[in-house]
């Protein structure tokens, strides 16, 4: 059970920073088992989050013919939604091992990389 792998885990991530994809969604579940990450000093790094600051997806419009909203892609976008397999696939990342929680971690590290390599593309030059 998780709650019996808790103890190994706080201990292995003391107070570092954590990494993840929608990083609440697995924390809720972490915290719930005895999970304590509220060390105040602690950093927090979600892509998808970061990914929602830095890329844009398709804004949604209504459209009459439908009678509903939907994705407009007739506007400038970078991806059609912040899930891990699309970054992956924007960044160019080949996924060996998608949906297994090694193969999911090294894509969200990879993911991190490029996200901060955009990054700083973007606020290099500002602070002369």
Known sequence: ML?????????????MPL???NLEFDLKFLCRAGLDVTP????????????????KKPKWTYDRDSGGYG???????????YKL????AHFWIDRMD???????CVDTA??????????????????S
Do not use: W
């Not at 990879?110 to 602070?127: M, N, Q």
């Open 98 to 104: 998608a949906h297994r929680a090694l193969g999911d």
């Open 3 to 15: 709650y019996q792998i808790i103890p190994s885990l706080q201990e292995f991530i003391g107070d």
């Open 19 to 21: 990494l993840g994809h």
């Open 71 to 81: 994705p407009n892609y007739n506007q400038n976008y970078d991806v059609m939604d």
């Open 40 to 55: 105040e000093t602690r950093r927090f790094y979600d892509t998808y989050e970061l990914a929602g600051h830095l890329l």
């Open 110 to 127: 990879k993911v991190f990389r490029y996200l901060l390599e955009k990054k700083i593309d973007t606020t290099a030059g500002f602070d």
């Open 85 to 88: 397999g699309t970054l992956c």
